[in-house]
């Protein structure tokens, strides 16, 4: 029956692309925060908002108890998968450090160690500092003991390829350099 073909096949596969579309599988937001879980409630509102227009507008004969029942227990079960799968990434990103992202700190050095003991503080948020490019000149770290190398006055684009960085932060101040800011994220598009 045409019914049983979409209540069956088309809705779920049709629901995991709206999942996708809407960024619950984006790599910023998997184990890390609640924007994960608002994105899988926004689809799932949207999903039966859909069934429910699409039931209307076909005068299909569907009980509201039925497709509530199952829209709840849809998302409940896609919440749970996603709680599950979040403790496993943790789990891993303590153990090995897999599913992390190498970062690059980059300011001046107080800054940038204020937010390296921030990241480390929580090895399941999956960010592990490799090295640090200060803004203030080597001068700046002279005699200061650093838990990572420590660079300066180097091309930022070549230092993430060499110390194998996935990821920047900018720290403090350097932030509020907007010009240099700009250029360098028109640099960064579409290193990925």
């Known amino acids: 029956e045409l019914f049983t ?3 069956y096949l088309v809705l779920p596969l049709f629901w995991l692309i709206l999942l996708w579309a809407n960024g619950t599988y984006d790599r910023r937001y998997l184990g890390l925060g609640s924007e994960e879980f608002k994105r899988i409630v926004r689809t ?13 507008a076909t005068k299909a004969e569907l009980s509201r108890g039925t497709v509530a029942l199952v829209s ?5 079960f896609l919440l749970l998968g996603r ?4 403790q496993v990434l943790h789990l891993a990103r303590r153990r090995t450090g ?25 090895p399941a948020a ?24 420590v660079y300066a006055a180097r091309d930022v684009l070549a230092l993430v390829r060499e110390v194998g960085a996935d990821t ?25």
């Open 5 to 7: 073909f979409f209540a």
């Open 168 to 192: 920047i932060a900018v720290c403090g101040s350097a932030s509020a350099e907007p010009g240099e800011l700009r250029r360098l994220a028109w640099r960064l598009e579409g290193t990925g």
């Open 98 to 122: 897999h599913g992390a992202h190498r970062m690059l700190l980059v300011g001046t050095l107080p800054e940038a160690l204020e937010v390296y003991t921030a990241v480390t503080r929580s």
């Open 44 to 56: 799932s509102v949207t999903v039966v908002a859909g069934v429910s227009v699409l039931a209307f």
């Open 83 to 86: 709680v599950g799968a979040r």
């Open 126 to 149: 999956g960010l592990i500092p490799v090295a640090i490019h200060i803004t203030d000149g080597y001068a700046a770290a002279r005699g200061i003991e650093t838990p990572v190398p």
């Open 72 to 76: 709840l227990s849809a998302l409940l």
